[in-house]
């Protein structure tokens, strides 16, 4: 579900018209609605109620101090992966007490950092990384809680670049190996090591491999109890799917449905990191069409927007549901799908300006006939765009836009020129 709708045939986010917002922000622009993310965030809450569950948005997802305010607000708790993403959950007042911090190479500065602002638990990937915490926290006096990351070895079936759930990855250790890890390391006073953390990796299309990895990872912690250690939290990491193409992926009460179970009268606080399921549909990547261009037989439509705005195409081959911000009514999409079938459109490319073959957005596409000046919507953009965003070609990164109800606010200036070179003076 989402707040983007066509009103008479244009594009409305919430209620605001986006071609308002390009008129007076410009092209590329990301559009962001604050009511999508919150209802997101709501049902994933209404669908674990029944166990003591800690919702721990995935910042990598999208960033943006203004989203991580009202999402703190809003009772959020934030997954980090960095000291940079730490940074900006602490700017935007987030709770600290509901902090996660996974990635598989945190420096001492960022586990300083970590230590300091006193978060709820530190994703230890390895044993070299929990060494490496015990020794800081005991030179900083500081006490601090470790889930371990396991791999449950579960395919979700996805694509290879976004799968952190199998035995051969750089993510977490194996189930066998946790066991000696917890029994090296469980007692330690400074680093209480009392939870276990399962990622499985992103975007998945059932819940299956979800239960499947709870079922490994639970039978891990009843080993683990049975030793005499004690585990208070599993946290199940992030990947729920969200709807690229309506309707295709599992809701959060789906999901819930088939772990709640599993989870009832087990001693167990749960820790969910979901990213994309909250904020992928919550925004589009609003642009402009520069030129349309015939080649090899082949229909292009070249948009203001790259690669570097959106890389999601070329780096996982993703699909962007991509649509005029304005069309006659029989041409208002009811479905946001690749097989779309409406009479009046034409098969196109829709690519990019910049120097590499990669940069498209979708390829033999059926869009309503544009021309140039036309704005175009990349939906389902809100997750890993922006914040996967880059300078490449000396562009400046696009504007970003948050709505809510009637009313917009730029929440990311465009960067300018001096903006790109600043720290090179
Ligand atoms: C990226 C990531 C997430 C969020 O993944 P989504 O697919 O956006 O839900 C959650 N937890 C960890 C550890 C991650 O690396």
Known sequence: MDYFSYKKGKLFAEGVDVERIAAE??????????ATFKEHLKRIGKAYGEIDTTICYSVKACGNINILRFMAEA?????????????????????PSKIVYAGVGKTNKEIAEGLDADIAYFNIESEAELENLI???????????????????????????????????????????????????AGNSSVS????????????????????????????????????????AIDLGGGYGADYESDTVPSAADYAG??????????????????????????????????????????FVLVDAGMNDLIRPPLYDAFHFIWPAQVEEKLVPHRRDRDLQLAGTEVVDVVGPICESADFFAKDRA???????????????????????????????????LVDDSKFAVIRKRESYEDMTALER
Do not use: W
Request: proline share 4%.
């Open 193 to 232: 090591l009392s939870a276990v953390h399962v990622h499985i990796g992103s975007g998945g299309k059932t819940i299956e491999p979800y239960c499947e990895a709870l079922e490994k990872t639970l039978s891990l912690i009843d080993k683990l109890r049975s030793q005499g250690h004690t585990i208070e």
């Open 367 to 401: 869009l309503p006939p544009v021309k140039r000046g036309d704005l175009l919507s990349i939906f389902t953009a809100g997750a890993y765009g922006f914040s996967m965003s880059s300078n490449y070609n000396a562009r400046g990164r696009a504007a970003e836009v």
């Open 135 to 185: 020794r800081l926290a005991e030179q900083q006096g500081k006490q601090t809680r470790a889930a371990l990351r396991v791999n449950p070895d579960v395919d979700p079936k996805t694509h290879t670049y976004i799968t952190t759930g199998m035995r051969e990855t750089k993510f977490g250790v194996d189930i066998e190996r946790a066991q000696k890890v917890f029994a090296g390391y």
């Open 75 to 95: 009772g959020s708790g934030f997954d980090i992966v960095s000291g940079g993403e730490l940074y900006r959950v602490l700017q935007a007042g987030g709770d």
């Open 25 to 34: 922000v410009g092209t590329p622009v990301y559009i962001y609605s604050k």
């Open 258 to 299: 088939g772990i709640v179970p599993l989870l009832r009268d087990k001693g167990l606080k749960l820790i969910l990191e979901p990213g994309r399921s909250i904020a992928a549909n919550a925004g589009i990547l609003l642009t402009k069409v520069l030129y349309l261009k015939t080649g090899g037989g082949k229909k």
